[in-house]
């Protein structure tokens, strides 16, 4: 039993690190900051998700599974609010996002320049 919680909690573990490391791409590698707070809205609410249970199956300590939960709970309600908050921001500040022809356009003068 103690073999498969650990197995469990390295594989949370794990699926919760690559999802860091995927939002961190995701802010470098999207073009505009509409598309790069989704991406990291997105993956930052999952992998803190799966890297909490990751870390509550790795614990024997019920005190501070409770704690951990706590947590949990606390981030998947907080996270996709302040996101939200901020877009409406960033909205109400006319941020506009980068459309598609904005990004062809943007494309056509980077191979145009080019010799």
């Known amino acids: 039993m103690e073999t498969i919680l650990e197995f469990s ?18 802010i ?12 990291v809205g997105v993956t930052e609410t999952l992998a803190t998700a799966m890297i909490l249970i990751g870390l509550i199956l790795h614990n024997p300590d019920f005190l501070v599974d409770i704690k951990l939960m706590i947590i949990l709970l ?26 598609d022809t904005d990004i062809k356009a943007d494309n056509k003068k980077v191979t145009s320049s080019n010799p």
């Open 28 to 39: 470098l590698r999207f073009p505009d900051f509409y598309t790069r707070m989704h991406a």
């Open 74 to 99: 606390m981030t998947i309600f907080i996270s996709p609010t302040a996101s939200h908050a901020l877009a409406k921001a960033a909205q109400h500040n006319k941020l506009m996002p980068k459309l």
């Open 9 to 26: 909690s390295s594989i949370f573990l794990l699926i919760g690190s690559f999802l860091c490391i995927s939002g961190g791409v995701g």
